[in-house]
């Protein structure tokens, strides 16, 4: 129920912006986040975002260089990425996950029931 894109080949310190579509039901009920996964390494979170837009989570190796917002106009959540570095370099996943409060803004992979197909970001040096 989740379709991102905006993956690709980047240079070191570029740029990038992912986006992930959801239906409009979908979307208005779940909070938001970005996952990402290196080869042989597990999924973890990148930054993450409540259904209200106002609270928000970064992990510590993406804050300041990364932006998680999203359009409710649009169903559309956006994860801005700057500054990129090669250690970046993975596949994003988009995920939706049901809260009770909407300021609520979960970060654990396992509260997470929807999610998107990955996209490549490969950062070169």
């Known amino acids: 129920q989740l379709q991102a894109s905006g993956g690709g080949l980047v240079q070191a310190g570029g740029s990038l912006r992912l986006s992930c579509a959801a239906s409009?039901?979908?979307?208005?009920?779940?909070?938001m986040a970005w996952f990402r996964q290196a080869p042989g390494k597990e999924r973890d979170i990148v930054a993450a975002?409540?259904?209200?837009?106002?609270?928000?989570y970064y992990s510590d190796s993406v804050r300041g260089r990364f932006t998680i917002s999203r359009d409710n106009a649009k169903n559309t959540v956006y994860l801005q990425m700057s500054s990129l570095k090669p250690e970046d370099t993975a596949v994003y996943y988009c995920?939706?996950?049901?809260?009770?409060?909407?300021?609520?803004?979960?970060?654990?992979?396992?509260?997470?029931?929807?999610w998107g197909q990955g996209t490549q970001v490969t950062v070169s040096s």
């Open positions: 409009a039901r979908t979307f208005s009920i779940i909070a």
């Open positions: 975002l409540s259904r209200s837009g106002g609270d928000t």
């Open positions: 995920a939706g996950a049901m809260t009770y409060y909407r300021n609520d803004v979960p970060v654990r992979l396992g509260a997470y029931d929807y």
